[in-house]
């Protein structure tokens, strides 16, 4: 089953996340979904290879402190604290709510040392939820304990969390940046879903051409460039399933198909 935007049926959407916006019973259908996803070390999204995301263009941050983690914490528990909806009018449409713990997390150092310098990592900071709105989700999986700093799929699993990776593009200072963003789906509707963490990782296209940068063709498009996301995933391998490569199980559709069983 194929998931198309309402308004333009030309244009596959990558995903249908957060079980609780689509099920009848929500707590029985988190459950479903996070046993597939245990046992299949990660559920990946269809159609991958057929879609894009846009491409932000994110300006360089104007803190200006000698303390611009101090600074930019201050920034963003006075602008970043509220609830947001993504994806606004599509099919993929959630909220999320972002806190003061939240924001702790994101210039904690095991956030800021995985993207490619400080200096991106507080110009995405900036402009988070712009980003999560132009981004597609990719994966859902489980969330496994962490044992000696280490989390694997030999390890048991907190059973009120799914965690769902989003990626999104911007261009900063002339250069091509991949943001994978972690956000959490809570098994108690109490809760909000919760962007847990991102990181800010430079990459080489391997298509320059246009065959990878596109005029705007995507339901969250602000009339801005396009990218396939298949340019952006290139050998990048499942969270907890080594050696599998995300587009290469994209392809495959019997994870999804259970899924979407429930319609």
């Given amino acids: 089953m194929k998931n198309y935007h309402p308004t333009n049926p030309n244009t596959l959407l990558g995903?249908?996340?957060?079980?609780?916006?689509?099920?009848?019973?929500?707590?029985?259908?988190?459950?479903?979904?996070?046993?597939l996803a245990e046992e299949t070390k990660g559920i990946v999204m269809p159609y991958l290879n057929d879609s894009y995301v846009e491409i932000l263009q994110v300006e360089q941050h104007d803190f200006k402190s000698d303390k611009p983690l101090v600074e930019s914490q201050l920034w963003a528990e006075n602008n970043l604290i509220r609830t947001y909806t993504s994806h606004k009018g599509t099919l993929n449409e959630f909220s999320y709510s972002i806190s003061k713990k939240s924001i702790k997390k994101y210039l904690d150092p095991s956030a800021t040392n995985k993207s490619d310098s400080i200096n991106v990592h507080l110009s995405v900071l900036k402009v988070l939820p712009k980003i999560i709105n132009a981004s597609i989700e990719v994966e859902i999986h489980a969330d496994y304990t962490k044992i000696n700093g280490v989390r694997s799929v030999v390890n048991s699993i907190n059973e009120n969390i799914l965690i769902h990776r989003f990626y999104g593009v911007i261009l900063f200072l002339h250069k091509?940046?991949?943001?994978?963003?972690?956000?959490?789906?809570?098994?108690?509707?109490?809760?909000?879903?919760?962007?847990?963490?991102?990181?800010?990782?430079?990459?080489?296209?391997?298509?320059?051409?246009?065959?990878?940068?596109?005029?705007?063709?995507?339901?969250?498009?602000?009339?801005?460039?396009?990218?396939?996301?298949?340019?952006?995933?290139?050998?990048?391998?499942?969270?907890?399933?080594?050696?599998?490569?995300?587009?290469?199980?994209?392809?495959?559709?019997?994870?999804?198909?259970?899924?979407?069983?429930?319609?």
């Fill in 15 to 35: 995903s249908e996340p957060f079980v609780s916006y689509y099920a009848r019973n929500p707590q029985k259908e988190f459950d479903r979904i996070q046993k």
């Fill in 176 to 263: 091509v940046y991949r943001i994978k963003t972690t956000i959490y789906e809570y098994r108690n509707l109490e809760f909000p879903n919760k962007p847990y963490s991102f990181e800010v990782i430079k990459i080489e296209l391997l298509d320059e051409s246009n065959s990878s940068i596109m005029a705007p063709n995507h339901p969250n498009s602000q009339r801005g460039l396009i990218i396939r996301v298949a340019n952006i995933l290139q050998n990048v391998e499942k969270s907890y399933d080594k050696g599998k490569l995300l587009l290469e199980e994209s392809k495959k559709s019997d994870a999804w198909d259970a899924i979407f069983r429930r319609f």
